[in-house]
């Protein structure tokens, strides 16, 4: 598999994540899971900064950030340094969202994509040993140079 591969499959999984995710009446369900993973990756940021990072546009992560704290999956304290800035960082208590969609089984999404059931069982375990060993946090270490 070459790079181009690994990004075409990194986008299929995107869009079952996508499918299997219980549905919102906002939807923007991919912003949401994309700014939620940041500021559990870097607790007491800012709306700026996580716009920095994951290059979605600041009304993008604004709105992200309004629906988590409505959800209550995101705290928000005022900065000490910019009264007018806000901290955001993980609400250590699961929401019923949270547990709504930890619920969630993907096999019927992994399934309807697959078109053939007999290899559901082969692609979910290939999917936990992925889990287990690309974490969010590995895309974030730094490469080495060749």
Not at 31 to 60: C, F, K, N, W
Request: hydrophobic share 40%; charged share 25%; aromatic share 0%.
């Amino acid at each position: 598999m070459g790079p181009v591969e690994l990004i075409l499959l990194g986008r299929t999984l995107m869009k079952l994540g996508e499918q299997a995710l219980p549905a919102t009446p906002a939807g923007g369900e991919r912003t949401v899971v994309i700014v939620m993973s940041d500021v559990y990756e870097h607790p007491g940021t800012t709306v700026g900064e996580i716009a920095d990072r994951t290059g979605l546009p600041q009304s993008a992560v604004s709105g992200a950030v309004a629906r988590l704290r409505e959800a209550g999956s995101v705290l928000a304290d005022p900065d000490p340094a910019d009264r007018r800035r806000q901290l955001l960082r993980r609400n250590p208590s699961p929401t019923a969202r949270q547990r709504e969609v930890a619920a969630v089984d993907i096999g019927p999404a992994v399934a309807t994509a697959l078109g053939e059931p007999s290899r559901l069982p082969e692609v979910l375990a290939a999917l936990e040993v992925l889990g287990r060993h690309l974490t969010p946090q590995a895309a974030s270490r730094p490469r080495s140079r060749r």
